[in-house]
């Protein structure tokens, strides 16, 4: 089962007793397991959590078959790295099945690969599903971040979270347990609060370091003060600046074929006005045919990274930064 469906099912509070959530990012696992015993109503009283290597099947078979005089639920919670052996949950889930006080979650966290055939056995037959969950995109993954800044009360706009969630490397669950640290500021958060706190890399941010590669500033010195800072490296200040040069190239389509930005429409989210008159600027200071030859060199760049873990690194990604300097106009 995908999101969506799995969605509609929680709106509906129309859920099977067995269910099985899986996939490529760990947090909406965590989200959505807390949101499932929620709905179940999950107390400490009808709730077993088994962690890991403290998986027990006998446990776990002789909790999902008591009965209770007073019609409490029994939920079974399994938080695993790998999946269980077959005939041990066909058995689990068979007993769940026949039971309407039973109920029994798995939150999977392995390698989506490995847990396809496991994620098989939760099928309707067994009043089951599994679901799985893909990478969010970028407007998903602010959805929740906005959510969960507003949670603890962060002050913090939109952009500044495209910010942060980029430079975790489009991790959410690392994105999302950063804003605790940035809520002790108790003031409206900027990308330099994020670059400070986040990435404690002194006088130079990233975002800045890349603006001031399109101004044509010197950037040596800062590329090595960011490197040296030890909180950021070469893949992921490469992911920052596909991450920039991709949303210029989206205000220069857009401005190419409205005549005039509009941040909301481009982004999916509002910037402040002045941040989106510049990003307009700076994205028109480039050709289509420019902006084809710069991310595609980025993406060659951060393939060398990602596949060559003994390549000298940062002399990679200088020799990809010159490129793009050579590019740009002066």
């Known amino acids: 089962m995908y999101k969506r469906e799995f969605l509609n099912l929680l709106n509906k509070k129309s859920l099977p007793n067995s269910i099985l959530l ?13 949101a499932l015993l929620e709905l179940w109503e999950a107390t400490p009283d009808d709730m077993l959590t088994l962690y890991f290597d403290a998986y027990d099947f006998k446990l776990a078979k002789s909790f999902l078959s008591q009965s209770s005089l007073f019609g409490n639920k029994n939920i079974l919670h399994v938080k695993s790295d790998k999946a269980l052996p077959k005939k041990e949950v066909q058995t689990l889930l068979e007993i769940t099945a ?4 039973s109920r029994f979650l798995i939150s ?8 396809k055939t496991f994620a098989a056995n939760f099928v309707p037959k067994f009043n089951a599903q599994n679901v799985r969950f893909f990478k969010p995109s970028v407007g998903e993954a602010m959805n929740y971040l906005i959510e969960a800044a507003k949670k603890i009360n962060l002050n913090i706009q939109p952009y500044a979270l495209n910010h942060l969630y980029m430079l975790q490397n489009e991790n959410l669950r690392l994105a999302v347990n950063e804003l605790d640290k940035l809520a002790i500021l108790d003031k409206e958060i900027e990308s330099a609060d994020i670059d400070r706190l986040v990435y404690g890399s002194g006088t130079i941010g990233v975002e800045s370091f890349i603006q001031n590669l399109i101004a044509k500033k010197p950037v040596e010195d800062d590329l090595k003060t960011l ?22 190239f989206t205000f220069y ?15 999916g989210y ?19 045919d420019e902006y084809q030859k710069i991310l595609a060199h980025l993406a060659k760049t951060e393939l060398i990274l990602k596949s060559q873990p003994h390549c000298d690194k940062p002399s ?8 793009i300097s050579r590019l740009i106009k002066n």
Do not use: V
């Open 22 to 34: 899986y996939g490529a990012c760990d947090y909406q696992i965590d989200y959505y397991t807390k």
């Open 98 to 101: 026949k039971s309407s006080q």
């Open 108 to 115: 999977c966290y392995s390698d989506e690969s490995k847990i």
């Open 227 to 248: 490197l040296e800072s030890g909180q950021i490296d070469e893949i992921r200040l490469i992911n920052a600046i596909q991450n920039y040069f991709t949303q210029l």
């Open 253 to 267: 389509a857009y401005i190419k074929l409205h005549g005039s930005h509009n941040a909301k429409e481009i982004l």
């Open 270 to 288: 509002p910037l402040p006005e002045h941040i989106a008159a510049k990003r307009a600027k700076e994205s028109m200071g480039f050709s289509t």
């Open 316 to 323: 990679i990604l200088l020799s990809c930064i010159l490129f």
